[in-house]
Nanobody, 123 residues
Framework: QVQLVESGGGSVQSGGSLRLSCAVS????????IGWFRQVTGSRREGVAA???????KYVPYTEGRFTVSRDNATNTAYLQMNNLRPADTAMYYC?????????????????WGQGTQVTVSS
């Protein structure tokens, strides 16, 4: 059973940076597509960035140039580096792993989810 554990969230001021980690167990990070999603209470979960098994990265427009998704096969961990954070980036962030994914920023494509890590950006 694949398990994902996120860490690295916290509170930062506008313009600051955070690096989120997603530790994978029960599977190999390089054999899954890994997606990062976020959710604000009362709103639907939305895609942020993702990396597929070939290493192709995809970002939603409001994160491109600020966020970078990556993975480290040696530590079996995926990362989301977030720079120039804005108050609008405040949310619970989740990582997800999936197989046979066609649309890597779509919530319904993923089979395995972590519990989330909170990111709060103050102005």
């Amino acid at each position: 059973q694949v398990q994902l554990v996120e860490s690295g969230g916290g509170s930062v001021q506008s313009g600051g940076s955070l690096r989120l980690s997603c530790a994978v167990s029960g599977g190999t990070v390089g054999t899954y597509s890994i997606g990062w999603f976020r959710q604000v209470t009362g709103s639907r979960r939305e895609g942020v960035a993702a990396i597929d098994i070939q290493g192709t990265r995809k970002y939603v427009p409001y994160t491109e140039g600020r966020f970078t998704v990556s993975r480290d096969n040696a530590t079996n961990t995926a990362y989301l580096q977030m720079n120039n954070l804005r108050p609008a980036d405040t949310a619970m962030y989740y990582c997800a792993a999936g197989l046979n994914i066609r649309w890597i920023l779509r919530v319904y494509e993923y089979q395995h989810w972590g519990q989330g890590t909170q990111v709060t950006v103050s102005s």
